[in-house]
């Protein structure tokens, strides 16, 4: 008796004594978890804050307000306006002479270039599409708000120091001179970027915009969306709720989760050895890419549509077969409503893989330089963090602000699909 | 149901896909170098703006991938021009002919310059290639005589010549899948180790050894693998005085207010040392058109009359102005000859 309450008492005090260390671990494991939930945010807070401070400026674009006179002469001699003759007439020499105009003291070949090379070489072209829109401004004096030329951008940004030696800068002392009186008169100014919005991919960073790159990312996320998910769910759908268990059905469940992990680039080869040089579609177009991607995300979201589909309860299914559905109509009716809203974020998931896909689209010629905006899935184009990768490699200085900015532009559509899952998640869920 | 749509759906844009891509394509398609892509994109760019063409596409493949690709084959699924930042090889021309690529043209574009620079904050610097072998080869010939190689002992410049800084070796460069480390290999790193006469000789008893001794690149942190992107060596130079780095020209002239090229034999990376020839890291830049494709992919020609234009190629063209360094005249001049007459090469 006595033996048992001594027994019982040492191993309380044996308890007691290591209470202390246990309740101390507890702590220390709760601030580690803590720290490392710190440290990732503090890394995402600095990548952030790298970004948008690189790349904020690049939503600004110095602009320069010029006089120019729409000479007869120069673009429509013949007075005919015929849409061939202005289409192809010589507006950057209008664009030359209102500089000229401007700073009648210039002379000399050299002197001349560099005081041209104050706005963009895109402006005759701006010019180009106001006369095309209204012939009846030929002939008189409008004035003009063109794009600065990328170094003059990045003067007036403050990424070019102004005392630096002249030999130092890009911008040398008689433009700095022409600039500076250009801001006196109030000639030069910034604006909104409207270009990198409307703009496809150009070798002028003030010409340069996202939009091809944007559009090229839609239409091969439209593909892939089109062909993944209802191939996926069929599938899903199929193995969990018809398919016999046999070791048929173990194979293939495998190797889908071991398609899963397969790197992507893999899936690029297998694009271009099957979709280009058997199927012969076109190079570089959302097409391939969109199908190339569908085989990566398929696996993805066969497995969790699975998952949604094994956390719908048995009851659902046993009631409709009970008031006498076919197994059709209960899977139909009754289990995938229940289990579409875990089958959509698996899908956004893979979307969103999808869409920060870079390696498997070098294989199918998406990583190209693209001017023109693509306008289906068959014209060529790229995608966004092909965009990216492009930016980042071009000597121009003005590109590194445009590197950050077209990353930002991802990080929005990346936020915007993930937004999307969780509306439509809430709306649809059910908890049991 | 829609899941029978969406594979009618399927099926219709596989038919329509393989239709298109046999019928016609509207636009140039352009593969190759790295280092020709910002000039070609340039004239691309100009070329679609200023005609009622379609604006070109251009892969950045490399060299290598871009004659592969553009000598699989006559017709509209295979590229029409390659950019090489170095002349084709016989090999590949017969390549080519093999797979019915018979008439190829050259087009010589213009020079570029490899430049080894650093921060705009550290002294002035010179060069000989045979000190950067000494600096960067894994296998060195041994500095206590003899003709031998024995692994690289060199820790500081100074170890190599007393002229040198009293640094640390440490060198950021491209990796082997560039273009840029390609030429410089080529034209510093033969050309150092060759200057040893031991060495050279071994050219004619085992081209194997001599490619290993001369091309092989120090894996003991000396040099720096800084990935194909030259802008982020420029970055990592500007905050490491210490460094140097290696670099397309572009790139310095670029950005000339935070690095700066050290002479190699005396001679400093400048626009005119490159184009008269006395700089001795430079190489030629080109491209090949395929002939069977002019007149039936449009504006090929056009393109070619763009590029090799004097407001292009020129001395003062606006590729000059990209950093690429022009032909002289009279080179010049055969160029544009050769691609008015579309001369194919023999």
């Known amino acids: 008796m006595s033996d048992a309450s001594e027994t019982a008492r040492t191993s309380y005090a044996r308890v007691e004594a290591g209470m202390k260390r246990r309740r101390a671990a507890e702590r220390r494991f709760r601030f580690l978890g803590k720290c490392a939930v710190g440290l990732g945010l503090a890394f995402l807070a600095i990548l952030f804050v790298?970004?948008?401070?690189?790349?904020?400026?690049?939503?600004?674009?110095?602009?320069?307000?010029?006089?120019?006179?729409?000479?007869?002469?120069?673009?429509?001699?013949?007075?005919?306006?015929?849409?061939?003759?202005?289409?192809?007439?010589?507006?950057?020499?209008l664009i030359k002479q209102s500089l000229r105009d401007m700073f009648p003291e210039v002379s000399g070949r050299r002197n001349r270039f560099a005081l041209y090379g104050l706005v963009s070489n895109g402006a005759g072209f701006d010019l180009r599409d106001k006369v095309l829109a209204d012939p009846a401004l030929i002939g008189r004096t409008i004035s003009l708000t063109v794009a600065a030329d990328d170094d003059v951008d990045m003067l007036m940004k403050g990424h070019i120091d102004r005392r630096a030696p002249e030999s130092d800068r890009r911008i040398k002392d008689n433009q700095?001179?022409?600039?500076?009186?250009?801001?006196?008169?109030?000639?030069?100014?910034?604006?909104?970027?409207?270009?990198?919005?409307?703009?496809?991919?150009?070798?002028?960073?003030?010409?340069?915009?996202?939009?091809?790159?944007?559009?090229?990312?839609?239409?091969?996320?439209?593909?892939?969306?089109?062909?993944?998910?209802?191939?996926?769910?069929?599938?899903?759908?199929?193995?969990?709720?018809?398919?016999?268990?046999?070791r048929w059905t173990d194979l293939i469940e495998v190797n889908i989760n071991n398609l899963a992990a397969v790197p992507s680039i893999v899936f690029g080869l297998l694009g271009l050895a099957v979709f280009i040089n058997f199927f012969t579609l076109p190079r570089s177009?959302?097409?391939?890419?969109?199908?190339?991607?569908?085989?990566?995300?398929?696996?993805?979201?066969?497995?969790?549509?699975?998952?949604?589909?094994?956390?719908?309860?048995?009851?659902?299914?046993?009631?409709?077969?009970?008031?006498?559905?076919?197994?059709?109509?209960?899977?139909?009716?009754?289990?995938?409503?229940l289990a579409l809203p875990g089958m959509l974020t698996g899908t956004i998931i893979g979307m969103a893989q999808a869409l920060g896909e870079t390696a498997p689209l070098l294989m199918i010629g998406m990583v190209a330089f693209i001017a023109d905006v693509p306008g289906g899935v068959f014209d060529p184009a790229t995608a966004l963090p092909v965009q990216v990768y492009l930016w980042a490699d071009s000597p121009e200085r003005a590109f590194v602000e445009k590197t950050s900015a077209a990353i930002m532009v991802l990080l929005l559509f990346l936020a915007t699909m993930n937004a999307l899952?969780?509306?439509?998640?809430?709306?649809f869920e059910r908890r049991w | 149901?829609?899941?029978?749509?969406?594979?009618?759906?399927?099926?219709?844009?596989?038919?329509?896909?393989?239709?298109?891509?046999?019928?016609?394509?509207?636009?140039?398609?352009?593969?190759?170098?790295?280092?020709?892509?910002?000039?070609?994109?340039?004239?691309?760019?100009?070329?679609?703006?200023?005609?009622?063409?379609?604006?070109?596409?251009?892969?950045?493949?490399?060299?290598?991938?871009?004659?592969?690709?553009?000598?699989?084959?006559?017709?509209?699924?295979?590229?029409?021009?390659?950019?090489?930042?170095?002349?084709?090889?016989?090999?590949?021309?017969?390549?080519?002919?093999?797979?019915?690529?018979?008439?190829?043209?050259?087009?010589?574009?213009?020079?570029?310059g490899i430049s080894v620079g650093h921060s705009k904050s550290a002294a002035d610097v010179s060069f000989t290639r045979r000190q950067l072998y000494l600096a960067l080869a894994k296998e060195v010939?041994?500095?206590?005589?003899?003709?031998?190689?024995?692994?690289?002992?060199?820790?500081?410049?100074?170890?190599?010549?007393?002229?040198?800084?009293?640094?640390?070796?440490?060198?950021?460069?491209?990796?082997?899948?560039?273009?840029?480390?390609?030429?410089?290999?080529?034209?510093?790193?033969?050309?150092?180790?060759?200057?040893?006469?031991?060495?050279?000789?071994?050219?004619?008893?085992?081209?194997?050894?001599?490619?290993?001794?001369?091309?092989?690149?120090?894996?003991?942190?000396?040099?720096?693998?800084?990935?194909?992107?030259?802008?982020?060596?420029?970055?990592?130079?500007?905050?490491?005085?210490?460094?140097?780095?290696?670099?397309?020209?572009?790139?310095?002239?670029?950005?000339?207010?935070?690095?700066?090229?050290?002479?190699?034999?005396?001679?400093?990376?400048?626009?005119?040392?490159?184009?008269?020839?006395s700089y001795p890291v430079s190489r030629p830049l080109f491209f090949y058109v395929k002939k069977a494709h002019v007149g039936v992919i449009p504006g090929i020609k056009e393109y070619l009359a763009e590029f090799t234009s004097a407001k292009a190629m020129?001395?003062?063209?606006?590729?000059?102005?990209?950093?690429?360094?022009?032909?002289?005249?009279?080179?010049?001049?055969?160029?544009?000859?050769?691609?008015?007459?579309?001369?194919a090469m023999k």
């Open chain 1, 176 to 246: 700095l001179a022409w600039i500076e009186r250009l801001e006196t008169d109030g000639r030069i100014g910034s604006a909104f970027n409207v270009d990198f919005f409307a703009n496809g991919d150009s070798r002028d960073p003030e010409l340069a915009g996202i939009r091809g790159a944007l559009m090229g990312s839609i239409y091969t996320l439209l593909v892939t969306l089109g062909l993944s998910f209802p191939l996926a769910v069929s599938a899903a759908v199929y193995l969990e709720e018809f398919a016999p268990k046999n």
């Open chain 2, 141 to 277: 010939p041994d500095p206590k005589g003899g003709d031998k190689l024995v692994a690289n002992p060199y820790k500081t410049w100074q170890d190599i010549n007393a002229a040198l800084p009293a640094l640390r070796i440490e060198v950021l460069g491209p990796p082997p899948t560039s273009g840029t480390r390609d030429a410089f290999v080529e034209l510093v790193m033969d050309e150092g180790c060759n200057s040893f006469s031991f060495i050279k000789a071994m050219n004619k008893a085992d081209k194997a050894a001599h490619k290993a001794a001369c091309q092989t690149l120090r894996e003991d942190g000396a040099y720096v693998e800084a990935g194909e992107n030259d802008n982020l060596i420029v970055q990592k130079l500007e905050a490491n005085p210490d460094a140097f780095g290696i670099f397309g020209f572009s790139f310095l002239d670029q950005n000339r207010d935070k690095i700066k090229g050290a002479s190699i034999e005396g001679v400093a990376p400048e626009f005119e040392t490159i184009a008269d020839g």
């Open chain 1, 50 to 93: 790298s970004i948008v401070g690189n790349g904020y400026s690049a939503f600004w674009q110095t602009r320069i307000t010029l006089d120019v006179t729409i000479d007869e002469a120069t673009i429509d001699p013949a007075g005919a306006r015929e849409p061939q003759v202005l289409r192809t007439a010589d507006y950057g020499a």
């Open chain 2, 1 to 112: 149901m829609n899941k029978a749509k969406f594979a009618l759906a399927v099926l219709s844009v596989a038919t329509i896909g393989s239709a298109y891509a046999q019928s016609a394509r509207g636009y140039i398609s352009i593969v190759g170098s790295s280092t020709v892509y910002p000039f070609a994109t340039v004239v691309a760019e100009q070329f679609g703006k200023s005609t009622q063409f379609k604006t070109p596409k251009i892969e950045s493949t490399g060299s290598g991938g871009g004659i592969k690709l553009f000598c699989a084959g006559v017709g509209v699924e295979h590229p029409d021009i390659t950019n090489a930042s170095r002349a084709i090889k016989a090999s590949e021309l017969e390549q080519c002919a093999a797979n019915g690529v018979k008439d190829v043209i050259e087009v010589k574009i213009g020079y570029d």
């Open chain 1, 421 to 427: 899952a969780v509306l439509l998640r809430r709306r």
């Open chain 1, 285 to 337: 177009a959302p097409i391939v890419g969109g199908l190339v991607l569908t085989l990566m995300t398929l696996p993805t979201i066969i497995i969790a549509s699975r998952a949604a589909l094994k956390s719908v309860p048995p009851s659902i299914r046993e009631g409709a077969l009970g008031i006498g559905a076919s197994p059709m109509q209960a899977v139909m009716y009754h289990v995938l409503p």
């Open chain 2, 314 to 343: 020129g001395e003062e063209g606006y590729l000059s102005e990209r950093g690429l360094i022009p032909l002289p005249k009279d080179e010049y001049a055969r160029v544009v000859g050769n691609a008015k007459t579309l001369t």
